[in-house]
């Protein structure tokens, strides 16, 4: 049930933050500054130095807090996703589709959500027992595509990650998709320092799906 449990957490907050950084440091504030703004699906990315520290640092943090999930991005194999997943991740997120890591993830009953571009991409990722599918990258293709897929996959849960942004986000939520994946556009002002402003967009970010939500019903 513990599965479940997460990927509702994560459909009822549409947004999932995607924190690259240079520190783990960084890595923090950004999650932090985040949080700060309701999102509350922090992916902590692969490409960040010490990322399992980070990753378990926030989840020993926030372990009291139900809403808070931290989960881990850019996993590529089994390996990595097992040491994200004792660190204390509760998802797992790749830019591709691996069986191995699917298997793994099943096993161990955490989220696994794979980039896939092609329906037999999804197809495949489906029949490994993929609950949402990492729409990956979605610049590529744009809003529009949700609908071409979920016309012959309407089970299919995408959460397009690449090019999602405050003028966008809308016509993701609006043409289907469960949530979806921000990180540039959302944690830029971090190589600056201005957390504060993280904050700001993330507020932005959670009001935008609230508003789609609401159009779409």
């Known amino acids: 049930m513990e599965k479940l449990n997460i990927l509702r957490r994560i459909s009822d907050c549409g947004v999932v933050a995607v924190v690259r950084a240079e520190t783990e440091e960084e890595a923090l504030n950004i999650s932090e500054a985040c949080m700060m703004g309701g ?23 926030y372990v009291e807090r139900n809403d808070v999930i931290i989960g881990a991005g850019t996993v590529l194999d089994p390996h990595t996703a097992r040491m994200a997943i004792v660190a204390g991740a509760k998802f797992i997120v790749s830019p591709c589709f691996d069986k191995q890591t699917a298997k793994l993830c099943n096993l161990y009953q955490i989220p696994y959500m794979p980039g896939c571009m092609t329906i037999n991409e999804m197809k495949q990722a489906l029949e490994y027992g993929v609950d949402i599918i990492k729409l990956f990258p979605g610049n590529t293709y744009g809003p529009e595509f949700v609908k071409a897929v979920k016309a012959p996959l309407p089970q299919v849960n995408l959460m397009p990650t690449g090019g999602v942004d405050l003028d966008n986000i809308g016509e993701w939520i609006k043409n289907g998709c469960v949530a979806v994946g921000v990180g540039g556009n959302l944690v830029a002002p971090a190589k600056t320092g201005k957390y504060e402003h993280i904050t700001e967009y993330a507020i932005e970010y959670i009001k935008k799906v609230k508003e789609a939500r609401g159009a779409s019903k």
């Open 39 to 61: 999102i509350t699906a922090i992916e902590i990315t692969f490409t960040v130095n010490g990322a399992e520290k980070v990753i378990n640092k926030l989840a020993s943090k």
